[in-house]
């Protein structure tokens, strides 16, 4: 009789979960009890009261799941495999006393692939190992510990909640859009206003300013040495610059700022040259080591 595992699985979109539903379909070596959640606030206290041999989470922004839900947790222990998508992979990052797993989720589509891969975490927890000693932080990660012990969660959390709405607006904006071209002309005045005032919300400068409040408690004096060293940034280059320094991707800047994908290369190119950066230098690195 094959051993039996427990998986919570943690997606916000309802075709990759049903993808990995059916992947976990397939033959493996244990019998799996699954469950599920569709929120990442949910992903804890779902994992703290099943108690699971794994977690397997896609999310659309798996960095800022990892930033919020996992910090301090009691399921750290637990091993996480964190399904990514394109180039994600090289951009996540986590703390050392997390088991982390990455599985890119182009490699679903291969048969017994992710079962042979769950198959394996498992064979090593099952795995007698000696006790190992605690990391040595590096010295770039010394800093971060005299910071508030909540803030970066905190900030975290807040830009999970304002990308959420702020995707949320732009659907609805782009529906109303295709609803406007059906209407009448009446109709058509009220979709209009409709459409302004989400734009209105969407650029609301307290929504920067409760930002600004977070991730100087997270990042202290980041503003400081921006402003002292390169005076002539404009709020947006500020806020460009703490995005990255956050080490979000691109396609969350873009949906933040409301911006296309071609803006933000153009941004990203005038906002090295006012750095007075190379051309071999990364933008995200050269913030993400400052100050």
């Known amino acids: 009789m094959r ?13 990759r979960l049903t993808l990995l539903l059916s992947a976990f379909k397939e033959t493996c070596i244990y019998n799996f009890r699954i469950t599920t959640v569709t929120r990442s606030v949910d992903l804890v206290k779902i994992s703290g009261a099943v108690e699971p041999d794994i977690i397997v989470m896609s999310f659309w922004n798996n960095q800022l799941v990892i930033d919020t839900c996992f910090p301090g947790s009691s399921v750290y ?20 006393q997390h088991i982390m797993f990455t599985y890119p989720i182009e490699h679903l589509k291969i ?6 891969c769950i198959n394996s975490i498992f064979l090593l927890q099952d795995e007698p190992s000696a006790a190992l000693p605690p990391p040595v932080p590096a010295v770039s990660e010394i800093s971060s510990v005299h910071q508030s012990p909540g803030s970066a969660a905190n900030l975290s959390r807040y830009i999970m ?3 959420q709405k702020t995707v949320l607006l732009t659907k609805v904006k782009n529906r109303i859009a295709e609803l406007h ?6 109709l058509r005045a009220e979709l209009g206003s409709i459409v302004s005032a989400i734009k209105i919300v969407q650029n609301d400068k307290n929504l920067w300013i409760d930002f600004k409040l977070h991730f100087e408690q997270a990042n202290p004096n980041f503003f400081e040495f921006l402003a002292a060293k390169y005076p002539y940034l404009t709020p947006i280059d500020l806020k460009y610059c703490c995005y990255l320094k956050m080490n979000m991707s691109y396609d969350d800047i873009r949906n ?3 911006i296309n994908q071609e803006s933000v290369r153009t941004h990203t190119y005038r906002l090295k040259k006012k750095l007075s950066l190379t051309r071999d230098v990364d933008l995200r690195n050269f913030l993400r080591s400052a100050c």
């Open 3 to 15: 051993a039996e595992k427990s998986i919570v699985i943690g997606c916000d979109d309802t075709d």
């Open 77 to 96: 222990k637990t091993p996480v495999l964190c399904i990514t998508r394109g180039s994600e992979i090289e951009r996540l990052c986590w703390s050392e």
């Open 111 to 116: 048969k017994n692939h992710l079962c042979s």
């Open 161 to 163: 909640e304002l990308d």
């Open 181 to 186: 071209q059906k209407a009448d002309i009446s």
């Open 256 to 258: 933040l700022l409301g």
